[in-house]
């Protein structure tokens, strides 16, 4: 196979395939795809190609350097673990959807020019919603029409920026562009939503819970990682996306604490740890860059394996609240066990994978001098403990019995989470293998003995604090509640004022539309009058009159043409 050929197109295409298949052919088939993809993958040179000319613009389909192939290695892992997760599903749609969701961002991750990443882009869009969408309730269809939207949004201000950025600079290329004017802001704009920018975020808490158990964690592993790469791609360096990101870092934790539905706590831990990403790429230094990139990567890995428990614990007992769970660690040993490795390597512990890449953006962002980002990074660390790695376990497999007896989880989600867990395990114990894919070379050791005391002081007085509000009662208590994030913006308050307006003016409306009847009708009339039945017009003209007038016009016009 040519290296002019996308990668992407053997998950897209090979997709389209699924429903041809039945049973174990089906499931081999589907393993097949990422496996093929993989080694076509290890094959292509490092370049530019598959070259296409258009409006005197060349188009790169395959882009291929150092950070699209961290981001084309991961995602196809991310595939195949994903695939791994779903061979249980008898479920066409989700199969096919789930294939070509992950081939889509594959895409955009190799291309070189706005114009195919614009195509992939909404791709990814279009065929994430169907794994939404796939829970076949009322709410997953309301909640897939709003998550829709809002990645279409997304395309269109990635559409319109990439068309004013040919407009100004005569390029399509898709390369470092930075904040320099109206094209720049409408590009990161398109990929803020991705990442879940404040006030950008509530379509990750909104979406995700809602989708199927294995949905879930391919959605998961792609559209906000593609966000990340698009920003390490085109806005590395950029001031701003320091305090963006560590807003990021920070305002989920609180949020986190008082979810009861577990998905959830995720999916804001989530935002939080795509803030410190988004940190290491403002800062833009060649440490922070590899950081971010390699926490992209980790975290893809534990934050899939976490979803992945949760998905467990939801196919077999029914629910993710965290008031209904608890001592489910006698039913599903396995599920916890795994569940633990994504709570402490979301944590950072060391040994395990989170411990060696977000480090890098703190450390990266003290060298820099930017003491005070570098505490907020250390106190949403702090927070990461105890949401994403003391709350998803204690309340999902221990707390109190919820006497709730059910079987483990299906066996290829064990094999799925279990090779995410050796993964996570094996990236803390041994991050070389790691760092030698990163887009720059490292020169950074994780396992200093300041860093290791540090971290795991920070871990005790986390797990510390946790102890005692759970002792004291301070710690909120997990309740059915819904809670309300800056979504209610536009849902609820907006559908307010949508009302209040229309209340307001429908008395205005009613006399509009009584004058404007009146006016229709009486121009009716009239016209009725002349072009009606009964009218002149209508009247068949006598023989001679016709003559008449043919003869006026005839002479009319010999006037006007010898005049």
């Not at 595939?79 to 997760?85: E, G, P, R």
């Not at 490795?341 to 060391?350: E, F, Q």
């Not at 994403?388 to 290829?412: M, Q, T, V």
């Not at 229709?520 to 003209?541: E, F, N, Q």
């Amino acid at each position: 196979m040519s290296a002019d050929f996308p990668v992407a197109l053997i998950l897209i295409l090979g997709a389209a395939l699924v429903p041809l298949f039945r049973g174990v052919v089906r499931s081999a088939y589907m393993l097949l795809l990422p496996l093929a993809a993989f080694a076509f993958l290890l094959s292509v040179p490092l370049g530019a190609h598959g070259q296409v000319e258009l409006l005197g613009q060349t188009l790169v389909l395959m882009r291929v350097d150092k950070l699209s192939l961290l981001f084309g290695y991961i995602f196809l892992l991310a595939t195949l673990l994903s695939v791994i997760y779903a061979l249980h599903v008898d479920d066409t749609m989700q199969h096919v959807a789930g294939l070509v969701y992950a081939g889509s961002a594959i895409g955009a991750v190799f291309a070189g020019d706005l114009v195919s990443l614009f195509i992939y882009w909404e791709l990814t869009a279009v065929s994430s919603v169907l794994l939404v969408w796939a829970g076949r309730r009322e709410q997953s269809a309301a909640t897939g029409m709003r998550y829709v939207i809002v990645q279409l949004i997304s395309g269109m201000c990635l559409l319109a920026g990439g068309l004013m950025h040919w407009q100004a600079s005569g390029s399509l290329a898709f390369d470092q562009i930075g904040l320099s004017g109206p094209a720049s802001v409408l590009i990161l704009i398109a990929f803020g939503i991705k990442c879940t920018f404040p006030l950008l975020h509530n379509w990750l808490q909104d979406a995700y819970p809602e989708a199927t158990p294995t949905g879930t964690v391919f959605l998961s592993a792609f559209t906000t990682k593609l966000g990340i790469y698009a920003l390490a791609r085109a806005f590395p360096g950029t001031e701003m996306l320091i305090w963006v990101g560590t807003l990021m870092t920070a305002f989920p934790i609180f949020y986190a604490v008082i979810e009861n539905d577990l998905r959830r706590v995720l999916a804001y831990s989530m935002t939080n740890q795509l803030g410190f990403m988004v940190v290491g790429i403002g800062i833009g230094s060649e440490l922070a860059i590899n950081g971010a990139v390699a926490h992209a990567f980790a975290d893809v890995l534990f934050k899939g394996l976490l979803f992945m428990s949760m998905g467990a614990v939801l196919l077999r007992t029914g629910t993710v609240k965290g008031s209904e769970l608890g001592g489910l660690y006698k039913s599903m040993p396995w599920t916890t066990g795994f569940c633990v490795v994504g709570a402490a390597s979301i944590s950072a512990l060391p040994l395990f994978s989170g411990f060696v890449t977000k480090s890098m953006i703190m450390t990266a962002a003290a060298g820099e001098g930017y003491l005070f980002i570098w505490l907020m990074l250390l106190f949403a660390s702090a927070g990461v403990v105890e949401h994403a790695g003391i709350k998803i376990p204690y309340f999902a497999f221990f707390s109190h019995d919820s006497g709730l007896r059910c079987k483990e989880a299906p066996r290829n989600m064990l094999v799925a989470m279990a090779i995410a867990a050796v993964l996570c395990i094996g990236i803390g114990v041994y991050p070389a293998a790691l760092y030698a894919l990163l887009p720059f070379a490292v020169a950074y050791e994780p396992y200093t003995a300041s860093h290791v005391v540090a971290q795991l002081q920070l871990l005790f007085f986390s797990a510390l604090a946790f102890a005692v509000l759970m002792r004291t009662g301070i710690y909120p208590p997990e309740l059915r509640s819904v809670n309300l994030d800056s979504d209610w913006l536009y849902r609820k308050l907006l559908n307010k004022l949508w009302q209040v307006f229309v209340a307001a003016f429908t008395p205005a409306r009613t006399a509009l539309e009584a004058a404007l009847g009146a006016v229709a009708r009486r121009l009716y009339a009239r016209i009725y009058r002349i072009y009606g039945p009964d009218s002149a017009l209508a009247r068949t003209w006598p023989t001679q009159s016709m003559a008449l007038w043919v003869l006026v016009v005839l002479l009319g016009y010999l006037l006007l043409y010898f005049v």
